[in-house]
């Protein structure tokens, strides 16, 4: 299994580009979720999915968009990047809404926006 | 104010020493992870807890419900330990969303 599968691990984007961050997982987990790490943060939810078709806010979702179309793919869209969404970006699933035994992570993103 | 919180911030030990780190919550819990997190950045999960404890190696998880708070203790700590410890909770009136602690950057010195 590859469990989570996130790319890229890099990007620099200016100001008002847009693009998005791929995420997958072999795992036929239901929840997916997207987090951004900031320095002195703790993660924080951007959006999350419980299943193909169904997708909802988390707790900072503007400037940001998702997708689940199948069970194995969550990407996330990032439209007109602005300096603020300077971040490391992680993805993760997991088999239940408590997390299962574990909740899996991709490697994670790290994006700037200059 | 955050509703996961963890302490300390910082922690250095020398080699061998017992390592404890804590995380408190405001409200239910539904579950709690302990992640850790690596210098090059993954993040690994190493318990879910809903009650009570559980081991695995030297590595020691508690909670307890009543008083909003779970431990994450290591044994006979070494330098392969060093990482950030983060604290995840689910919490019982967020619905499907998990609230992080800021983490504990631990440094384990030969």
């Known amino acids: 299994n590859a469990g989570v599968t996130q790319t890229p691990k890099f990007r620099i984007l200016k100001i008002g580009q847009s693009m998005t961050l791929q995420c997958a997982q072999d795992m036929n987990h239901n929840y997916m979720y997207w987090y951004r790490q900031d320095p002195g943060m703790g993660l924080k939810l951007i959006y999350y999915s419980v299943g193909a078709g169904i997708t909802d806010k988390g707790e900072v979702p503007n400037g940001y968009n998702v997708s689940r179309s199948t069970t194995e793919d969550f990407p996330l869209r990032l439209e007109l990047a602005a300096p603020s969404q300077t971040s490391v970006y992680f993805c993760a699933s997991s088999s239940s809404r408590t997390g299962g035994e574990k909740l899996f992570f991709g490697s994670g993103t790290q994006l700037s926006v200059l | 104010k955050n509703e996961v919180e963890q302490s300390p911030q910082n922690l250095t030990a020398q080699e061998g020493e017992f390592i404890t780190i804590n995380c408190s919550y405001s409200?239910?819990?539904?579950?709690l992870h302990w992640l850790q997190q690596h210098p090059g950045g993954g993040i690994v999960s190493l318990f879910m807890l809903s009650s009570g404890k559980k081991k695995h190696g030297r590595l020691i998880a508690t909670i307890n419900i009543q008083e909003k708070h779970s431990s994450l203790h290591i044994t006979a700590s070494h330098p392969r330990d060093s990482a950030v410890y983060i604290c995840a909770g689910l919490l019982s009136n967020t619905g499907n969303q998990f609230y992080f602690g800021t983490g504990t950057s631990l440094t384990v010195i030969p």
């Open positions: 409200v239910g819990i539904s579950a």
